[in-house]
């Protein structure tokens, strides 16, 4: 078995090479990063007083373009008593290997070895349901559509699915039943092509704008890009597959809380506004498209929020976290 090894986050984080065999470009791997709660002192230990998260796992999924690297997330759950765990995905960021295409799968059901690789190696069996411990799915933006999909596919493993921005439906949602057929026929003919870009990177400049110095974060360009990575028509057919499949309906069986800015701006010209709304994701669409997750949603809206909420300048940040711990606090109470 393979060690953990010190992460680039450094601090108490942690990080794990996942192997997952080959395909055409080379080994792929995912990394598995963590976090761990402190070991509880000794008046608590007398006191037989556990944290309010005891015998919780989170296991996060980032989006498209993008890796784990936010340190207060991590410790929001460490500091609760759960235990962290971060899904750097197969050819992003720490798992990108030299020759690989950024990001690219042609379903996004691919996602589901390394999930199970992931519950593995967190003690959970490969369905993750080997465990007396709660499971918390946690996701951002394309990590909420692949978390959304695999909760659904797998019911009964999650105890709480947690969204921030998921990528639930197109920008525009009329438009996905109009290009899907070209997109489809694409993909089988030259799946590696690339779409033009059209990022000017205004969403990385909204964050740099906004950064927090009291929550400072370091971010590697080579895994984050300013703008983001080039879109092939393999990946854009099977993301469009899962928004159909969202449309039609899911099934996640556990309470589910998205976490929404509170309305979108178009990113076609740098304006301030851009630092005070979602540009990538029409907000209004999603929080429709969640209702059809499950039969236990929450939509929180979020004034000033960014794309990832939890990247918003300082008071929609803060308010990102007080509704979360909201909500975890509930739905801790209901166990």
């Known amino acids: 078995m393979a060690d953990w090894t010190p992460d680039v986050l450094g601090d108490e984080f942690e990080q794990l090479t996942l192997d997952l065999g080959a395909d055409d470009q080379g080994p792929v791997v995912a990394t598995l990063v963590r976090a761990l709660p402190a070991e509880p002192g000794w008046w608590d230990r007398v006191r037989r007083r556990a944290p309010q998260l005891d015998g919780v796992d989170v296991l996060y999924v980032h989006g498209w373009s993008d890796y784990f690297f936010q340190k207060r997330l991590a410790r929001f759950w460490t500091s609760r008593g759960a235990r962290f765990f971060a899904l750097d995905l197969r050819k992003y960021g720490r798992s990108l290997r030299e020759g690989q295409t950024p990001g690219y799968v042609a379903d996004l059901a691919t996602y589901d070895e390394d999930i199970a690789a992931a519950l593995t190696e967190m003690g959970r069996g490969k369905g993750g349901g080997e465990s007396d411990r709660r499971l918390v799915l946690l996701g951002h933006s394309t990590g909420g559509l692949t978390l959304s999909l695999w909760a659904s596919r797998h019911p009964g493993v999650a105890d709480a699915v947690i969204l921030n921005s998921p990528w639930l439906e197109f920008q525009f949602a ?10 489809e026929l694409q993909a ?10 059209v990022d000017l990177g205004f969403y990385t400049r909204a964050q740099q704008e906004v950064a927090d110095p009291d929550d400072p974060m370091e971010v590697n360009p080579l895994w984050r890009p300013v703008q983001t990575m080039a879109v092939y028509a393999g990946w854009l057919h099977a993301i469009l597959s899962g928004h159909k499949t969202v449309a039609g309906g899911l099934s996640i069986t556990a309470p589910v809380c998205v976490l929404l800015s509170a309305r979108f701006v178009p990113p076609t010209r740098w304006s301030e506004e851009l630092t005070s709304a979602d540009s990538v994701l029409v907000v209004d669409d999603i929080a429709r498209a969640a209702l059809r997750l499950g039969s236990t949603v929450t939509v929180e809206r979020i004034d000033g929020a960014l794309h990832d909420v939890f990247l918003s300048r300082h008071e929609a940040r803060e308010d990102a976290y007080r509704r979360l711990d909201r909500w975890v606090t509930g739905w801790r109470a209901a166990d």
């Open 188 to 197: 089988r003919i030259r799946p590696l092509e690339a779409a033009p870009q």
């Open 174 to 183: 009329p438009a996905r039943a109009a290009i899907a057929p070209m997109v």
